[in-house]
């Protein structure tokens, strides 16, 4: 029996490692799961968030829509003084209105229809194109003065003889002075009675 004794070194088999190669595509594809997972976690999380900023800018709008009617109803006081200003203007207006009614109704009758009675001649004494501005009747119905103006100045002896005609001016003496003012005249006629108060 012959036997063969190898007194050479061993050779080393190369021995895949099937195990490794299997360890490494189990990494690899977890890898790829777990990065597919989280995209799509990452995903869903921006869809959130954009659902979550949209719901935001929603409330957004309603609330300055909120605070353009409360900025309006803040305005209402404003506009509930002024009415109550001008209320209580017309207010006063209508009991100073009230206190002239009682005292024109204090007035005789006989008197004030002669004051009437006087405010007729006086308009009624007035030449064409000739105004009054001012004037003062005193309780006998007499004038005190009369300020106006007039396009000529020819028109004041007319206007004299229509206030004496009328018993405004009886034969009291008077003062008259006219004013030229370019295309009108400015007179004023001063009964005696008032050059002496």
């Known amino acids: ?27 690899l594809a977890l890898s790829f799961f777990s990065g597919l997972s989280l995209t799509a976690f990452w995903g869903w999380q921006g869809h959130q968030l954009q659902a979550q900023v949209d719901e935001q800018q929603q409330l957004l709008v309603s609330s300055s829509q909120q605070l353009i009617e409360l900025s309006a109803q803040l305005d209402r006081p404003k506009v509930f003084s002024e009415v109550s200003l001008q209320l209580e203007q017309q207010q006063n207006q209508l009991q100073a209105m ?20 006087a405010i007729g001649s ?23 003065y009369v300020n106006g103006t007039s396009a000529n100045a020819h028109d004041m002896p007319e206007l004299l003889g229509n206030l004496r005609a009328a018993g405004l001016l ?13 295309a009108e ?3 004023k006629i001063l009964s005696s009675q008032q050059e002496t108060e």
């Open 1 to 27: 029996m012959k036997q063969t004794i190898n007194l050479l070194p061993l050779k080393a088999k190369k021995i895949r490692n099937w195990l490794s190669f299997n360890n490494l595509l189990v990494v």
């Open 185 to 187: 005249h400015q007179f």
């Open 170 to 182: 009886k034969d009291q003496i008077i003062s008259v002075s006219v004013l030229n003012n370019g």
């Open 122 to 144: 006086l308009q009624d004494s007035l030449p064409f194109r000739a105004t009054f501005e001012s004037f003062k009747i005193s309780r006998g119905q007499r004038l005190d």
């Open 98 to 117: 009230q206190k002239m009614l009682e005292i024109s109704s204090a007035l005789s009758v006989a008197k004030s229809q002669g004051f009437l009675l």
